[in-house]
């Protein structure tokens, strides 16, 4: 089973993208935050194996919380998720250690192989 957390500061699509993945096979979301300090208390609680995680957040922001989480727990896969589009965000990401960029308008079809593929390689 792969154990996700989903890190973002609006609670309808946390908590929506959590169902969505819930109804996948072989996906398990273990907890949703809503910012950055959050996620990074909840990646060292639940060690899950990807963070899908907005870089735009309140507090610490995406990419400074994916760079703490990784420092302290390396194997772990995080997705950075946007809805711009700039190509400056996707250097950032990829340099915060991030295995992924996607904007949050992806279908839902697209968003689990993208997931897959990341887990898997």
């Known amino acids: 089973m792969n154990r996700l957390l989903i ?3 609006h609670i309808l699509f946390r908590e929506g993208l959590s169902s969505i993945i819930n109804g996948w096979k072989n996906f398990q ?8 300090q959050q996620a990074i208390e909840m990646a060292r609680e639940y060690c899950p194996q990807m963070i899908l995680m907005e870089i735009d957040l309140p507090g ?3 990419l400074d919380a994916a760079r703490q989480i990784l420092h302290e ?3 772990t896969k995080i997705v950075l998720m946007t ?11 990829l340099n915060s250690g991030a295995k992924g960029l996607i904007l949050k308008d992806i ?3 697209n968003l689990r192989k993208h997931l897959q593929s990341i887990l898997q390689g």
Do not use: M, Q, Y
């Open 83 to 93: 809805l711009s589009e700039n190509k400056e965000f996707k250097d950032h990401a």
């Open 29 to 36: 979301v273990v907890g949703t935050a809503a910012d950055g």
């Open 107 to 109: 279908p839902c079809e």
């Open 73 to 75: 727990l390396p194997e």
């Open 60 to 62: 610490i922001n995406g």
């Open 7 to 9: 890190v973002d500061d």
